[in-house]
């Protein structure tokens, strides 16, 4: 899939992305879908966001204490 220019791959095969709509890609080969939101691709792994997750909800609980 080519947008802008570039060509989109899987951030964990490295395959090419068939489009799926203007804001969606899918990779076959690993049966994920990425997303654009507000411009931007979406690109991180479903494992690495579960790994990000403590770390999110940890700077959201400091960000509210801060105002």
Known sequence: MKTQGFDLAC???GGAL???????AYCANDDVTFTQ???I???LLPERQAYYEPFMREYEIVRKAEG
């Open 11 to 13: 951030p964990r095969c």
């Open 41 to 43: 691709w979406r690109f």
């Open 18 to 24: 068939e489009s799926r709509s203007a804001l969606a």
């Open 37 to 39: 939101d507000q411009g």
